[in-house]
């Protein structure tokens, strides 16, 4: 899979803040959607603090990382699938998290057979789909293209 297109996709859907901010389920956050844990460094600091530029990138990477070994996790063979596939699954992937993500079963099963319209009919039938409107659309829409 393409990384620069994936993290170039985030950044679009995410933005980047180079400060703590909360996201829309007012937990703080950093970056491109890094949810901030009781790991890192900026755990219990003040929203507004600011975040360096290398301290955002560092975090976004870690973020990919483990959202591409979630894919591999949780697919036979994830790299086996179409680029696109592998983008949206990634993407959706970051957005939503493994456990949520996981709860796509219907979804998943389509993308397993390859059957890419149903997996993008499963997309639309879910609450994130009304939630992040514009991201999934075009997201279902590269599905649809595969």
Same mark, same amino acid.
């Given at each position: 899979m393409?990384?620069?297109?994936?993290?170039a996709?985030l950044e679009?859907?995410?933005?980047?803040?180079?400060? @703590?901010?909360l996201?829309?389920?007012?937990?703080?956050?950093l970056?491109v959607?890094?949810? @901030?844990t009781?790991?890192?460094?900026e755990?219990?600091?003040?929203?507004a603090?600011?975040?360096?530029?290398?301290?955002v @990138?560092e975090?976004f990477?870690?973020?990919i990382?483990?959202?591409?070994?979630?894919?591999d996790?949780?697919?036979?063979?994830?790299?086996?699938?179409p680029?696109?596939?592998?983008?949206v699954?990634?993407n959706m992937?970051?957005?939503?998290g493994?456990?949520?993500f996981?709860?796509?079963?219907?979804m998943?099963?389509a993308?397993?057979l390859g059957?890419?319209?149903s997996?993008?009919?499963?997309? @639309?039938?879910?609450?994130w789909y009304?939630?992040?409107t514009?991201?999934?659309r075009?997201?279902?829409?590269v599905?649809?293209?595969?």
């Amino acid at each position: 899979m393409n990384v620069n297109q994936l993290r170039a996709d985030l950044e679009r859907d995410e933005g980047c803040v180079y400060a @703590i901010y909360l996201d829309h389920l007012n937990l703080p956050t950093l970056g491109v959607g890094h949810l @901030i844990t009781q790991k890192d460094p900026e755990h219990g600091q003040p929203v507004a603090t600011e975040v360096s530029e290398a301290r955002v @990138i560092e975090a976004f990477d870690l973020d990919i990382q483990h959202v591409l070994d979630d894919c591999d996790n949780l697919f036979n063979d994830f790299s086996s699938l179409p680029e696109a596939a592998q983008l949206v699954v990634a993407n959706m992937m970051f957005n939503l998290g493994l456990p949520r993500f996981s709860k796509f079963k219907k979804m998943i099963r389509a993308i397993e057979l390859g059957d890419w319209q149903s997996a993008a009919d499963e997309m @639309i039938d879910s609450k994130w789909y009304q939630q992040v409107t514009a991201r999934a659309r075009r997201l279902e829409a590269v599905m649809r293209s595969v």
